[in-house]
Nanobody, 114 residues
């Protein structure tokens, strides 16, 4: 079983930036695809970005051009660079394996507000 620890969230003004990290530990971490998800209050969790082991990325339309997902397989870590943040990006952000989901981590809170 793999454990995920997300970090890097915080309070930021609209237009600001944050870089989230997801560190994986436990069983061998070799997922072909990893993803970042978010859950806003009162809403279902949604997947916002994925990255393959080869570096191919995919994004939900609402974050295209603003968010960049990347991974460092040697460090068992996945990142999410978030630029031009908007209030609607406010949510708890999580990482997981879209193909074979592991237990969810605690997530990291991102709040975009002036």
């Amino acid at each position: 079983q793999v454990q995920f620890v997300e970090s890097g969230g915080g309070l930021v003004q609209p237009g600001g930036s944050l870089r989230l990290s997801c560190a994986a530990s436990g069983s061998i971490f070799r997922p072909i695809v990893m993803g970042w998800y978010r859950q806003a209050p009162g809403k279902q969790r949604e997947r916002v970005a994925t990255v393959t082991s080869g570096g191919t990325t995919n994004y939900v339309d609402s974050v295209k051009g603003r968010f960049t997902i990347s991974r460092d397989n040697a460090k068992n870590t996945v990142y999410l660079q978030m630029n031009s943040l908007k209030p609607e990006d406010t949510a708890v952000y999580y990482c997981n394996n879209p193909s074979f989901p592991e237990p969810w981590g605690q997530g990291t809170q991102v709040t975009v507000s002036s």
